[in-house]
């Protein structure tokens, strides 16, 4: 090859580069975003759903995942350090579902608080917790299941 061929080739690798690192296609961009999602997208396969103690049946267990996977996000919580048991053992008479999940070495812990007009959710993993505001008519609705 000719060295102009070699300055266009090159010329061609590096804009092809530049272009990737500027604007990555939009499946790699999703499962970035996904990593950090404050209100991430479950799998029913994954994760095990308890009320009051019990496990939900399996049915069950694939409806409040998908119901929680189609929830629009409202607001986040502020947690102050010192804080924190107020948000895991709040003073109310709602008792919470619990969904387990285990994300490659470590438990993650999200707990689901219906209500009349929202469902707030409060996700604990390592030695962190944050909190948020979901709503879902299902959700909000699935307060009674057979266990």
């Not at 060295?3 to 090159?10: G, P």
């Not at 991430?40 to 396969?45: E, F, I, N």
């Not at 804080?83 to 387990?100: A, D, G, R, Y």
């Not at 999200?110 to 390592?126: A, E, L, S």
């Amino acid at each position: 090859m000719s060295e102009y061929n070699l300055t266009w080739v090159a010329l061609i690798v590096i804009t092809g580069i530049i272009k990737l690192l500027t604007s990555p296609p939009s499946a790699l961009v999703a499962w970035i975003v996904s990593k950090f999602a404050l209100h991430p997208k479950l799998d029913s396969k994954d994760v095990t759903v308890t009320f009051n103690g019990k496990h939900l049946k399996e049915e069950e267990n694939i409806k409040f995942i998908d119901y929680f996977n189609k929830a629009c996000f409202l607001k986040r919580y502020d947690i102050f350090p010192g804080n924190e048991k107020s948000f895991l053992h709040p003073e109310t008479n709602v008792t919470p579902f619990v969904i387990n999940l285990k994300k490659g070495k470590r438990d993650v812990n999200f707990f689901i608080y219906n209500y009349d007009n929202h469902v707030d959710v409060v996700k604990q993993y390592k030695e962190k917790i944050v909190s948020y505001s979901i709503s879902s008519e299902h959700l909000q609705k699935f307060s009674t299941p057979t266990l």
